[in-house]
């Protein structure tokens, strides 16, 4: 309520209680001399309240006709054959489609510089009010509003340099894209890749702002292609970004600056971001490796739930190496400060599931993650595990390797992508506090498999 309602609140009080029809007026309250002009923070009847602070402007979203309009509450889901992209939409209880495709690789809307590819993902947290698209390929990030206007098409890169972004978080205003990939030789800094790009998301155009996280990448000590022994360039390649109060917590893959080089890595971490001010601290997550993957924690906020893949130095599909340095972290971070709260870790027991790929925090404890098979001998198995016990649990499994996409939870449903041959659909399930119940599936696109679902 603002100060001249409550002043008029209050006036009403008083003079329904001296009263002017039937009321007994024999002991009358003397109002006293009060000044109607008299401007209201100069009263003094409101004390402190007239010096709160201006409440933050509402969230808005404008932009040009472009879509058909979404729901304001439900579901996205990426659907893909990697040459092509679609991206429908389903409502909120995740039991019916909205919209098939509500833009896809052959939509030409006015003000889209380039269609989107078959690189395409969708950022951790979606925009206030609408949606963003990430085109990996095309190095730009799109934003749409809910209504389906087009607030702005930005490239991330240059005709000369790939940026292979990976996620973008939009508050107030602003915007920050992570680039992947490091450019160190390029003369313009913001064209060096390995950090944070900054944004004006109301206009969708670079603001001349980067954090630039390229110091946390290094030499490290790994394996040629021969297996001798020689010292790697690590790149610190960010990757997700989950805002956490004022911070933003970045997870850094730090793997190598060449790719088809020598093999090696450095300690899995994550960057602390103070988003005001662009300054950040590196914070490793021991024993761990390849830590690009973060999301939120259910809860009050200040939880996030890292995945670390793993990395071998030998080659990539050792999956021995692999699980050496493979597993889960849940961290707290409060005024800056982060703290482990729980690491389990995939280990060289072979009891453990190697499930890390697609984690998502169901509470806590309870995490859904992927265990990849093996293509042309084995499924997928979507796992359920208790991060506090390493207690794990399969919950379903796909016909098909690499078929299980990445999750999202909405209320009390919970979308998981399938994009086997056999049956390419959504699993539905719905959580509890206790449980995980499968609950029919969906299916969105009649000609591309789902690949990724996110909730907005």
């Given at each position: 309520?603002?100060?001249?309602?409550?002043?008029?609140?209050?006036?009403?009080?008083?003079?329904?209680?001296?009263g002017?029809?039937?009321?007994?007026?024999?002991?009358?309250?003397?109002?006293?001399?009060?000044?109607?002009?008299?401007?209201?923070?100069?009263?003094?009847?409101?004390?402190?309240?007239?010096?709160?602070?201006?409440?933050?402007?509402?969230?808005?979203?404008?932009?040009?006709?472009?879509?058909?309009?979404?729901?304001?509450?439900?579901?996205?889901?990426?659907?893909?054959?990697?040459?092509?992209?679609?991206?429908?939409?389903?409502?909120?209880?995740?039991?019916a489609?909205?919209?098939?495709?509500?833009?896809?690789?052959?939509?030409?809307?006015?003000?889209?510089?380039?269609?989107?590819?078959?690189?395409?993902?969708?950022p951790?947290?979606?925009?206030?009010?609408?949606?963003?698209?990430?085109?990996?390929?095309?190095?730009?990030v799109?934003?749409?509003?809910?209504?389906?206007?087009?607030?702005?098409?930005?490239?991330?890169?240059?005709?000369?340099?790939?940026?292979?972004?990976?996620?973008?978080?939009?508050i107030?205003?602003?915007?920050?894209?992570?680039?992947?990939?490091?450019?160190?030789?390029?003369?313009?800094?913001?064209?060096?890749?390995?950090?944070?790009?900054?944004?004006?998301?109301?206009?969708?155009?670079?603001?001349?702002?980067?954090?630039?996280?390229?110091?946390?990448?290094?030499?490290?000590?790994?394996?040629?292609?021969?297996?001798d022994?020689?010292?790697?360039?690590?790149?610190?390649?960010?990757?997700?970004?989950?805002?956490?109060?004022?911070h933003?917590?970045?997870?850094?893959?730090?793997?190598?600056?060449?790719?088809?080089?020598?093999?090696?890595?450095?300690?899995?971490?994550?960057?602390?971001?103070?988003?005001?001010?662009?300054?950040?601290?590196?914070?490793?997550?021991?024993?761990?490796?390849?830590?690009?993957?973060?999301?939120?924690?259910?809860?009050?906020g200040?939880?996030?739930?890292?995945?670390?893949?793993?990395?071998?130095n030998?080659?990539?599909?050792?999956?021995?190496?692999?699980?050496?340095?493979?597993?889960?972290?849940?961290?707290?971070?409060?005024?800056?400060?982060?703290?482990?709260?729980?690491?389990?870790?995939?280990?060289?027991?072979?009891?453990?599931?190697?499930?890390?790929?697609?984690?998502?925090?169901?509470?806590?404890?309870?995490?859904?993650?992927?265990?990849?098979?093996?293509?042309?001998?084995?499924?997928?198995?979507?796992?359920?595990?208790?991060?506090?016990?390493?207690?794990?649990e399969?919950?379903?499994?796909?016909?098909?390797?690499?078929?299980?996409?990445?999750?999202?939870?909405?209320?009390?449903?919970?979308?998981?992508?399938?994009?086997?041959?056999?049956?390419?659909?959504?699993?539905?399930?719905t959580?509890?506090?206790?449980?995980?119940?499968?609950?029919?599936?969906?299916?969105?696109?009649?000609?591309?498999?789902?690949?990724?679902?996110?909730?907005?």
């Open positions: 309520m603002n100060p001249r309602s409550l002043l008029a609140l209050s006036l009403a009080a008083v003079l329904a209680a001296c002017d029809d039937d009321g007994d007026t024999t002991d009358p309250i003397d109002m006293g001399a009060v000044d109607m002009e008299v401007p209201i923070a100069d009263i003094g009847l409101l004390g402190d309240m007239a010096e709160l602070p201006d409440m933050p402007p509402a969230p808005t979203c404008e932009g040009e006709d472009a879509l058909d309009p979404i729901p304001e509450s439900g579901f996205l889901v990426v659907s893909s054959d990697f040459s092509s992209t679609a991206v429908g939409v389903v409502d909120a209880d995740g039991s489609v909205d919209t098939e495709r509500w833009i896809d690789s052959g939509t030409t809307a006015p003000g889209l510089v380039a269609a989107i590819s078959g690189d395409v993902v969708l951790t947290t979606q925009p206030p009010l609408g949606a963003a698209i990430i085109d990996r390929s095309n190095d730009t799109t934003r749409f509003c809910r209504s389906g206007a087009l607030v702005g098409q930005v490239r991330v890169g240059t005709d000369t340099v790939s940026a292979n972004p990976q996620d973008a978080l939009f107030d205003g602003t915007g920050w894209v992570s680039r992947y990939e490091p450019h160190p030789g390029e003369s313009a800094p913001l064209d060096q890749g390995s950090d944070l790009l900054g944004l004006d998301s109301e206009a969708m155009e670079r603001d001349g702002t980067r954090v630039d996280l390229s110091e946390y990448g290094g030499t490290a000590s790994g394996l040629d292609s021969e297996g022994a020689t010292d790697v360039t690590v790149a610190a390649r960010p990757q997700s970004i989950v805002q956490v109060g004022g933003a917590v970045v997870g850094l893959d730090r793997l190598p600056a060449d790719f088809f080089g020598a093999r090696g890595h450095l300690p899995g971490a994550v960057a602390l971001v103070d988003l005001a001010s662009g300054e950040h601290e590196l914070h490793e997550i021991p024993g761990l490796a390849n830590c690009g993957s973060v999301s939120p924690v259910p809860g009050d200040g939880q996030v739930l890292v995945a670390c893949g793993g990395y071998s030998v080659a990539f599909g050792d999956t021995e190496g692999e699980r050496e340095n493979a597993g889960l972290a849940r961290l707290t971070v409060v005024a800056g400060d982060v703290t482990a709260e729980a690491i389990w870790r995939v280990g060289a027991d072979a009891a453990n599931r190697f499930a890390v790929r697609g984690a998502m925090a169901l509470d806590e404890d309870r995490v859904l993650a992927t265990v990849w098979g093996e293509f042309g001998v084995s499924g997928d198995e979507l796992v359920l595990i208790d991060l506090g016990t390493g207690d794990q399969v919950v379903v499994s796909a016909t098909d390797a690499f078929s299980i996409g990445t999750p999202a939870r909405l209320g009390d449903v919970v979308l998981v992508p399938n994009a086997s041959t056999d049956a390419a659909n959504l699993w539905r399930f959580v509890t506090a206790d449980d995980l119940t499968e609950d029919g599936t969906l299916a969105v696109d009649a000609a591309f498999p789902p690949r990724a679902v996110h909730a907005y």
